[in-house]
Structure formats: structure tokens, C-alpha cells
């Protein structure tokens, strides 16, 4: 097979064809900007108020208004999370999970090194959040809890539902990182009792360099931006209009497919199901179910995650890995450590994810490549013949 | 994405040398499972000649293409030839490493190390790698092979040790220690520079100049041990060569005492600063 297969869409995706088409006249003809007075610029302003509710429809908003454009996911989570800190200077608490992207997690590190206190919430062996212990950890200094929607490495769905329900009783602010669920489950930010909400534009098929953060109507939070009257004053800096157009488009398309992603779900469970036949040295990492569709995260033991990835590479299949190598940080993620996942699998784990775009075909071709690359490093690793030695056996 | 040369590409994907010697007379093993990579190196050695050189890997892309390198390059070769053999040659026949990969080139240096200590009869208690203090507790990385490295790599920064030797890459708590470490170092290449300067011979020293060495010394790499047991040492006077000392703390009342007093401080004293140092209690 010539061309890739792409199964890393949880680090980014493909812009969808419309996408591109939605963009171009703002790349091209149309280059006004939204803010002047005259129509030329103007006119482009409905198109942005347009992708607004596009993208308000997407979270379920109940106003437009309630979502601010901004550059990235992580400057949404900055944004929730030093916004919400700077409006409440008194409150010194912050509480957040042991697995959040780094966007959140280093940021509550860099408050911890600034005199904060900061809870962050264990998972069990599947990646379940402790969620009795995020509850009993809420007092009367917490400023903000801050809690991922869906895991990006393992995939999980924590219970965002009642941890929102909890804190709306109690007017502690919520802020969920939805970067991995948006175009992946349902969302509906008033279900969910959430003030924040981020999302990333290129994780659900528009392109990189637009996010957008929901804030509830009413939620106390300052700007960590100051500059211009854009966005209400919340986010200043001239639209990137063409990225937001493009989002908008990418946002209708996701509600549209959502249907989809059942297909998704059920390509990511053959290929799961067979991986985990076919290899005894296999384990997965995550719970199975409350995952969302398109991601599975495995662990081979005796081999090492990033030798896989660049043997997939070489067969022209794309895909991510939590091991140590692959990172540069010589310890392998921490989302994996905080599951307690042996060392010994998680050097080896490796993280497909899929999108709507992948095809039974590509399934296919990814099963029949992955015995021989295993088998290949089985044949180099050391431990493998000591376990072949003590009698142990594997099925290819 | 790691930017790999084309050498190390064609190693990974075709590697060398895969395998295992049933009747090697010489294997030496690295690393470990939990750290995230380990080399198991064999060899053939007969009359002196490295006949046949295999390796088994567990880790990443350079980790296999170092260790495929390494039985390329020392099959063929004398013992002699083989022992003189770096970590940066390795990294010379790859053509390159990325920096935070270097520690893969020192894994395959220290499995050929530990294969011909195996060959040469010692117990792997003996071999170099493991004698000296573990600094690292996380890679299991100890001082010798730290200042091993740091000296044939020409290493500057506490960053390049991290990424040569893993050490310090985990939890972080032993940096302190390798920038005491680097700095020992950095400072005894500044005085072997020196002594090229004059021609190898090393100048006397002056009064002042034997006080502030001593001191430093104390201070810099006598102290931190003791402290560790939890005695002390206090500098009390210079006279001449003659260095008077007060040992504190739980050094005070130990019986070892006088033997703590010849071989750790006298011995630094003398490695440090000058070779005829006599060291005295107070």
C-alpha cells in the first residue's frame, strides 16, 4: 500500500475538504477585517458570527456569545484556568487530575511553584477517575476544578456530568478540557454544568491555530490577553478569520457525522479485538467501555514503543506511542504511570486513533503488518528469549 | 519526530548482528526492562581476536542501530583495539545521534565493557560500571560512569549528562549532585590543562593558593560524603603540607574515625591538591 495510513488522530486530523473550501475566500478575495467599518470588512464579520454559532451548536450553548475564538486548545485551558484564578485572587485551591494534557497540567505545576495549593485527582488501574476523592477535596478555598473530558492517550470519558452537578450546587467554578471529546461524543455544555469548556480546531478535521473556550454567560473570568475590543474584549487580537470560518464548517461536519463515529467505533473494536488476540503479549490500556470511539491504547510487553512506531512508519502506518524513547522525557507518560500500567508495557504501548476518514481497508492492512513488525523486534529483544526459555509461547 | 541519519535508519530496520552466541566466552548485559531499554551484548573471543560479535536490544530506534554499530565495529578487532573503542566513535559510525539519544551509545560502550570484564574472569562487582556511588537511583547510574563520560564526551552541562547517561532524567532529585559532579570535573580538566601549560610539571603551590584547594576540597567533595553518614568535618589549619582537621558530628565518636581520616580525607586531599599532603586531627 503506497499512500498512509493515518491512525494518530488524537495528535491531530485531516482538514476536511469542506473545511478547505469554507476557508478560501478568506485566503484569497474576501481579506477584510471584521472589525472595520466599512462593508468590505464588515460583511466578514457575519461570516465569523456565523462559525460562533456553529460552533455554539456543536457544544450546545444556549448563546453564541458564550464562545470566544481563540489561538489553540491550550490557550483555551490557560485561558479558563488563569482567568478564573486572577478574577478570584483569595482563593488558593485548584483541583485537576493526575492525567490532564500538559496544557493544564503544567500550568498548575507553574501555580504550585507559586504558592497554590493543588489537588490532583488519582485514576485507577483503567483510568478511571477517583471521583469520591474529587468530591471530598472541594472546600472553601477552591478557586476552580479543572478535570479533561476525555483522555488523549487512553481515551477514558471521566464523569464530567456529576462532578459538574456537584460543583453548580456548591458556585465552585468548572472548567473541562473537551479537546479529545469534541466530534467524538455528544457534548452539551448545559447537561454538563460546566462555566468552561475548550476545544481545538484541528483535533475534529479543521486546521491548526484556532481554538475556541466555552464560557458560560455570567462566569467570573478576567482576560489574560489585553489589547483590543475582539471577542468582547475577552480575547483581543484580530480574528483569524480564515481558521475560525474553517472551525465553524468543521463543527456543522461534526454534528452532521456524529452518527459516524459508531462505524468508528466499530473499526476501532475489531482492531482492538484482533490485536488482542493475536498477540499474547498484549494488554490494553484503559477501560474498555466509557472510552470515546475512536481510540485504543495497548501495551506490548518485551518491545519497545517508539522501535514500533518507526517500524509502522517504514510500512507507511501512522501512529503514536507512550513510551519514554519516543518522548525524550526518558520516563514513559504519566498518564500511563498515574494508571499504575507496569514499566514494562507501557515502554511498549502503543496509541491508535482513528477518525471518520479511516476505511475497513486500512484495518486490514494495519493487522496484517503488525504481526511481522512485532515479531521483527521479538526476534532482537533479550527478555523475549528468556520468556521463550522459561517455555512461553506466542501466537502470530 | 526524531531526526535520525540515514545510517541509524538502515541500522533499525536492518540491524546486524541479531541474535544470540551459543557458546560466547564473553556477554555482557545493560540496562533493564523497567528503565525502558537494555542491551545484551555476546562475543566469540579467540587468541585475543574478537571472532563473532551478536547483540539482543530492548529499546528505541538508536538503541538498536548503537548496538548493531558497536558488533560492526569491534568484530575483527584485538581486545586491546576493542577496550580504546567510545561511546562517540560509536556515535561517529552513526553518523550522528540526537543529543537526547546520546545515552544509547554509552549503553553499548558499557555492555562492552562489562562482555570483556566477563571474558577477562572478573565478577561484574568488579568491572568498572559498577564500582562507585549510585547517583541516579532512578537508571541506576553511578559516578564512575558519569565522570567516565563526562571526560571522554568532553561534556559541559548537567543537561548533556542527562541525555549521555539517562541520569537525572526521571525524577530529577539527584541534578544537584550532578552539577557537583561536573564541576569536580570541569575543575581537575582545568588543572590537567594547566599542567600541559607548564609542560606537565606541575608548579608548587603557593601557600594561599594550597589553602583555598584544600578548602574547596573540603567543602566541595570531603563534607557531602561525611554529611551523608551524618558527621561533619571542620577545616581547623594549614601548616605547610600539613592539614589540620575536626571531625564532627557522629565522625566524632565513630571508632573508623582515623580510618575515615586516612582514606577518604587525606585520599582527596592528596587526589586534589597535592600528593604529599598529611592530614591531622585536632
Known amino acids: 500500500m503506497d499512500r498512509l495510513i493515518y491512525l494518530d488522530n488524537n495528535a491531530t486530523t485531516m482538514v476536511a475538504r469542506e473545511v478547505v473550501e469554507s476557508m478560501m475566500p478568506f485566503l484569497t478575495d474576501r481579506y477584510g477585517n471584521p472589525s472595520s467599518m466599512h462593508d468590505f470588512g464588515g460583511d466578514v464579520e457575519e461570516d465569523v458570527e456565523q462559525a460562533r454559532h456553529r460552533v455554539a ?21 490557560n485561558f479558563a484556568v488563569s482567568g478564573v484564578l ?48 474529587l468530591l471530598s477535596s472541594v472546600d472553601e478555598d477552591t478557586a476552580l476544578v479543572s478535570v479533561m473530558h476525555a483522555n488523549n492517550e487512553t481515551g477514558v470519558i471521566h464523569p464530567v456530568e456529576q462532578i459538574g452537578a456537584f460543583l453548580q450546587e456548591r458556585g465552585v467554578p468548572f472548567h473541562i478540557d473537551g479537546v479529545q471529546a469534541a466530534g467524538k461524543i455528544p457534548i452539551d455544555v448545559k447537561k454538563l454544568n460546566c462555566d468552561l469548556y475548550t476545544i481545538s480546531g484541528h483535533k475534529f478535521h479543521a486546521m491548526k491555530g484556532v481554538g475556541a473556550l466555552y464560557v458560560r454567560r455570567g462566569t467570573r473570568i478576567r482576560p489574560i490577553l489585553y489589547g483590543g475590543h475582539q471577542e468582547r474584549g475577552r480575547r483581543p487580537g484580530t ?6 470560518v474553517g472551525m465553524g464548517m468543521a463543527a456543522e461536519l461534526a454534528v452532521k457525522h456524529l452518527p459516524d463515529e459508531e462505524r468508528v467505533r466499530a473499526l476501532r473494536d475489531r482492531l482492538e479485538g484482533e490485536i488482542l488476540k493475536k498477540f499474547s503479549n498484549v494488554s490494553l490500556n484503559g477501560a474498555k467501555d466509557k472510552r470515546v470511539p475512536n481510540t485504543t491504547n495497548v501495551g ?38 498515574a494508571m499504575g500500567v507496569p514499566f514494562t508495557s507501557a515502554h511498549g504501548s502503543i496509541r491508535f486513533s482513528l477518525s471518520r476518514y479511516t476505511t475497513d481497508e486500512e484495518i486490514d492492512y494495519t493487522l496484517e503488518v503488525l504481526p511481522a513488525v512485532v515479531e521483527k523486534l521479538l526476534e532482537i529483544s533479550p527478555y523475549w528469549d528468556n520468556e521463550k526459555k522459561c517455555g512461553r509461547e506466542i501466537k502470530l | 519526530m526524531w531526526d535520525y541519519t540515514n545510517k541509524v535508519k538502515e541500522l533499525y530496520t536492518k540491524p546486524k548482528n541479531v541474535g544470540v552466541i551459543d557458546d560466547a566466552n564473553a556477554v555482557g548485559e545493560v540496562g533493564s526492562i523497567v528503565c525502558g531499554d537494555a542491551l545484551t551484548l555476546y562475543l566469540k573471543i579467540e587468541d585475543g581476536i574478537i571472532k563473532d560479535a551478536k547483540f539482543q536490544t530492548f529499546g528505541c530506534g538508536s538503541a538498536i542501530a548503537s548496538s548493531s554499530a558497536l558488533t560492526e565495529m569491534i568484530i575483527g578487532k584485538t581486545v586491546q583495539e576493542a577496550e580504546k573503542i567510545t561511546n562517540r566513535e560509536i556515535v561517529e559510525y552513526l553518523g550522528g545521534l540526537p543529543e537526547q539519544k546520546m545515552h544509547c551509545s554509552v ?64 525524577c530529577g532529585s539527584c541534578l544537584h549532585r550532578l552539577e557537583d559532579i561536573l564541576q569536580e570535573e570541569l575543575k581537575l580538566q582545568q588543572s590537567c590543562d594547566d599542567d600541559d601549560r607548564t609542560g606537565g610539571k606541575r608548579k608548587p603551590l603557593t601557600n594561599i593558593r594550597r589553602m583555598q584547594m584544600v578548602s574547596e576540597t573540603i567543602t566541595d567533595v570531603i563534607r557531602p560524603v561525611l554529611q551523608k553518614d551524618g558527621g561533619d568535618i571542620e577545616l581547623v ?22 580510618v575515615t581520616l586516612k582514606n577518604l580525607v587525606e585520599a582527596k586531599l592528596r587526589e586534589f591538591v597535592e600528593e604529599d599532603i598529611e592530614v591531622v586531627e585536632q
Open chain 1, 57 to 77: 451548536g456543536l457544544l450546545g450553548a444556549e448563546h453564541d456569545y458564550e464562545v470566544v475564538f481563540t489561538s489553540s486548545g491550550t490557550e483555551s485551558d
Open chain 1, 86 to 133: 486572577s478574577y478570584f485572587p483569595r482563593k488558593r485551591h485548584i483541583i485537576t487530575t493526575r492525567v490532564e494534557h500538559p496544557a493544564v497540567m503544567n500550568l498548575c505545576k507553574k501555580y504550585e511553584r507559586d504558592g497554590y495549593r493543588v489537588t490532583y485527582v488519582p485514576v485507577d488501574r483503567e483510568g478511571h477517575l477517583d471521583l469520591d476523592f
Open chain 1, 239 to 244: 480574528e483569524n478569520v480564515p481558521g475560525i
Open chain 1, 300 to 337: 506490548f510487553e518485551f518491545i519497545e514503543g517508539e522501535a514500533i512506531l518507526l517500524y509502522l512508519s517504514e510500512r507507511g502506518i501512522a501512529a503514536s506511542s507512550g513510551s519514554a524513547c519516543s518522548s525524550g522525557s526518558l520516563e514513559p507518560s504519566h498518564v500511563l504511570r
Open chain 2, 107 to 170: 549503553m553499548g560502550r558499557e555492555a562492552l565493557d562489562k562482555a570483556l570484564a566477563n571474558w577477562r574472569g572478573e565478577t561484574i562487582e568488579e568491572s568498572e560500571d559498577t564500582e562507585g556511588e549510585i547517583v541516579c537511583q532512578c537508571f541506576g547510574v553511578t559516578d564512575t560512569l558519569i565522570r567516565k563520560v563526562v571526560r571522554e564526551n568532553a561534556l559541559k552541562t548537567v543537561e548533556d549528562i542527562t541525555n549521555y547517561t539517562k541520569a537525572g532524567g526521571a
Open chain 2, 237 to 258: 589549619d594549614v601548616d605547610g603540607k600539613k592539614v589540620l582537621v575536626a571531625l564532627r558530628g557522629a565522625c566524632s565518636h565513630c571508632v573508623s574515625s582515623n
